[in-house]
Nanobody
């Protein structure tokens, strides 16, 4: 089992920045990819970014490319999502996820085994 706990959400003005953290515990040595997804009110959950745990290979949704950066600290078993130039449309609950399968790119919800509880990000205009 892998447990995930997100933190760092909050309220920010458009153009501002936030950094989300996702701390993993449990069988973290079995994790290959970690990702961030988000769900806005009335919308389906969507992919944001993913990173491979060992090589640090990253992949982003087009809507956040160039503004968000995913990174990881293997020693701390933590994944980060640095969000810059935030827009009101980035408002959502952000979820961290982990998968124990070795995908080249894991951008589908069905590819992930474990999920955090989510953290709210609100961007005001």
């Amino acid at each position: 089992q892998v447990q995930l706990v997100e933190s760092g959400g909050g309220l920010v003005q458009a153009g501002g920045s936030l950094r989300l953290s996702c701390a993993a515990s449990g069988r973290t040595n079995s994790v290959y990819n970690m990702g961030w997804f988000r769900q806005a009110p009335g919308k389906e959950r969507e992919f944001v970014a993913t990173i491979t745990w060992s090589a640090g290979r990253t992949y982003y949704a087009d809507s956040v490319k160039g503004r968000f950066t995913i990174s990881r600290d293997n020693a701390k078993n933590t994944v980060y999502l640095q969000m810059n130039s935030l827009k009101p449309e980035d408002t959502a609950v952000y979820y961290c996820a982990a998968t124990q399968k070795n995908y080249v790119i894991a951008s589908y919800q069905s590819e992930y085994n474990y999920w955090g509880q989510g953290t709210q990000v609100t961007v005001s205009s």
